[in-house]
């Protein structure tokens, strides 16, 4: 029996992403360690994964039938996942001084709090991909 791939590789950028969100919000107000460090491992090691989570999803996506009642939540779920990374790429490309990497700035912040509503959403809509309509699920 083949089991889908996507939902096992999905927790790792989710897991980092909320994460190093969750590092900056807190590193704004207790100044005391570095926390800005642990965010830009979490958002690299996030994109990272993100890209092999959406090659599976890809992949998923392509063997549903068009025909298939959830290929428009599918759909949805692929551009608000694939428009939090661009948002978490951003927010980490953004604190780069050259190639070192720096505490982030405000814009950078606010992209990471965009990725984190974006990445709620496709959350949300792949868990209406699973439950209703019992996509991956054999």
């Not at 790792?12 to 807190?26: E, H, I, N, R």
């Not at 050259?98 to 709090?113: D, F, H, I, N, Q």
């Amino acid at each position: 029996m083949k089991y889908p791939l996507h939902p096992a590789l999905v927790h790792f950028p989710v897991a980092c992403w909320t994460l190093a969100t969750l590092a900056d919000v807190v590193g704004l107000w207790w100044t005391r360690w570095p926390l800005w460090q642990l965010s830009f491992a979490l958002l690299a090691i996030g994109c990272a994964m993100g890209l092999l989570a959406a090659a599976a999803g890809f992949h998923e996506l392509a063997r549903l039938p068009e025909d298939h009642p959830a290929t428009g939540d599918a759909l949805r779920h692929m551009m608000l996942a694939l428009s939090a990374w661009v948002a978490y790429a951003a927010s980490l490309f953004l604190r780069l001084d050259g190639t070192t990497p720096s505490a982030p700035g405000a814009v950078a912040l606010a992209a990471a709090l965009v990725g984190f509503l974006l990445l709620a959403g496709a959350g949300h809509m792949g868990a209406r991909l699973v439950y209703g309509h019992g996509v991956g699920r054999r």
